[in-house]
């Protein structure tokens, strides 16, 4: 397998402490009910999402698992319940898929990642501030995006435009990043690279990261937390890979397979069902 | 055969005649030019039609209420309406309908159409007007159709060049804008209504055919040059503004209509454009 770029710095930095410990709750799901025309898609959601910690959302296509996330971005409203973030000031990004950016968008990378800078209504302001231009260069240097970021969005390859993607999200300062199958259309080596980036971005820079991933057994290699979404057994499970992947609602879904593989240690979970 | 392109003294000398209808395609061709980028990087080129096509059904329905009900509405005042009328329409989301966006574009662009015609045929004094109006043939500009293009393009300009990053950002990364707190609805709506007040305003005074070309073609002939998006901008309002004025001149020198030809040099600079680009590709595989 391919190793990481050493002179890469996010990756540099990629280093996940054994004794890791989440910080702060940065949001947090209260008797959440998720649905359409208040017609409930899962049993109330009870959880936090704290400073720190890299949460993989997994499930089948049609589980419930892109409703929620909408949900949590404030796209879609909750049938019942309440989302509450734990500071007022506590700022959010999200980052597209590498495909949601039109291959007609005559954009370069600087340019994209500039956009993380915006806030509100700090686009009243007409031109970029130099602690904005200065930050959207070393977002660019620390997610290696320095040496492509004069060149068109559309002409990098998947793994550059992820790296272009990163560079805006670090830009943003966020503390709380959702990501929709950042993975998506990768090969398996930048699909790793990017998880490990992710998981540098949460326990390096106490960032909460939330990915929504198809791929188990990369979510379950970086994540420290993954919640399964079911919505054919209405099932919310949510723990650590050896306790998702062995509960029943998921082995359901997805067999026995990935229970047998999955690290074992103490369970560790939460369900809502 | 074409005619002969020897009036430029006639031109000059006539020129307060040509000042009003050349200042009010410099003004519209550039402004829509400028639109144009969103309109067809969000893939809205259809929306454009639709909007255009509703405004001349604007203009009709204003005569045929001077004519026939006896209140005067000013053409002009129609065609706004029923622009922003249709941009309203075609911003609602279409599923609440139970339709496709195609669907409705289509809807609001054959019922606008035929409407027109319909409402033309009970209005047949103004008749040459209806014409006008759907494909242009905008030799005389008033001075009142001028102020309120020249009026509306320079405030649609300028609060464009002022929250040209909010809306850029809105527009095409919808949901990360979103997430990022910026008013996202806000900044679609002042897109929408630029685009529905422009189009209006420029379909009453240029007709409904070269408008839908400034706010298409421009950036279409734009984009092929692959430049970076704050010069994709100028690019497409210039190639608007030289299409708005140069179909003007090229109409009057070879006695041809107004709103052709200047549909006709949009289409022409794109071709200009797409000739470029290969040129720069050649260029660079050889370097």
Avoid at chain 2, 136 to 146: F, H, N
Avoid at chain 2, 193 to 201: E, H, K, L, N
């Amino acid at each position: 397998m391919k190793t990481a770029d050493p002179t890469d710095p996010l990756m540099a930095e990629h280093s996940v402490p054994a004794t890791f410990t989440p910080g702060d709750p940065l949001l947090t799901c209260e008797k959440l009910v998720i649905g359409y025309n208040d017609k409930p898609m899962l049993p109330p959601i009870d959880m936090v999402i704290r400073r720190g910690q890299f949460v993989a959302v997994v499930g089948r296509n049609g589980s419930g698992k892109s409703t929620w996330f909408k949900t949590l971005l404030g796209m879609q409203p909750p049938v019942s319940g309440e989302i509450r973030s734990n500071s007022p000031e506590m700022r959010s990004a999200y980052v597209p898929q590498t495909s949601a950016i039109d291959s007609l968008m005559p954009l370069r990378a600087r340019e994209l990642a500039g956009w993380g800078r915006l806030r509100g209504w700090s686009f009243l302001w007409p031109f970029p501030r130099k602690a904005d231009r200065d930050a959207v260069e070393r977002a660019l240097e620390t997610a290696g995006a320095k040496a492509i970021a004069s060149r068109p969005y559309r002409e990098l390859s998947e793994g550059q435009k992820q790296r272009t993607l990163l560079a805006r999200l670090i830009a943003t300062e966020a503390d709380l990043v959702l990501l929709d199958e950042p993975t998506a259309a990768m090969d398996a080596v930048a699909e790793r690279e990017t998880m490990q980036r992710l998981c540098s971005l949460a326990h390096n820079r106490g960032m909460g990261v939330v990915v929504v991933v198809h791929d188990l057994e990369v979510a379950a290699e970086h994540a420290d937390i993954l919640f399964f979404v079911d919505r054919e057994t209405s099932a919310f499970v949510m723990g650590d890979a050896q306790h998702v992947f062995c509960h029943p609602a998921f082995r359901r879904q997805y067999g026995d397979e990935y229970c047998h593989r999955a690290p074992k240690g103490p369970h560790r979970g939460n369900d809502a069902r | 055969m074409l005619a002969e392109p020897s009036k430029w003294q006639e031109f000059l000398a006539g020129f307060e005649l040509f000042r009003d209808p050349l200042l009010c395609a410099l003004i519209a061709g550039g402004v829509l030019g400028f639109l144009s980028v969103y309109v067809v990087l969000r893939r809205m080129v259809f929306v454009s039609a639709a909007v255009a096509q509703s405004a001349g059904l604007g203009v009709a329905l204003a005569f045929f209420a001077g004519i026939h009900l006896g209140f005067h509405v000013e053409p002009v005042l129609g065609a706004t309406a029923m622009a922003l009328a249709a941009t309203l329409l075609l911003m609602t989301e279409p599923t609440k309908l139970k339709l496709t966006r195609e669907s409705l574009l289509g809807l609001a662009y054959a019922l606008a159409g035929g409407a027109a015609i319909l409402v033309g045929d009970r209005i047949a004094q103004e008749a040459h007007d209806i014409q006008g109006i759907l494909f242009g043939t905008a030799v005389l500009v008033t001075p009142e159709q001028l102020h309120t293009v020249a009026i509306a393009g320079g405030l649609v300009m300028v609060i464009h060049l002022w929250w040209y990053r909010g809306i850029t950002f809105a527009s095409f990364d919808r949901i990360g804008a979103h997430v990022q707190g910026l008013p996202v609805r806000l900044l679609d709506g002042v897109l929408m209504v630029s685009i529905g007040v422009m189009v209006g305003v420029c379909a009453r005074a240029l007709g409904a055919l070269p408008v839908f070309a400034f706010s298409t073609l421009s950036a279409i002939a734009a984009l092929m040059l692959e430049l970076r998006l704050p010069a994709t901008f100028f690019v497409a309002t210039l190639a608007g503004a030289i299409s708005g004025v140069g179909g003007y001149l090229f109409a009057y020198f070879y006695d041809f209509p107004v709103g052709g030809s200047q549909t006709v040099l949009a289409g022409v600079l794109v071709a200009v454009a797409m000739a470029v680009r290969s040129l720069m590709r050649l260029v660079q595989r050889v370097a």
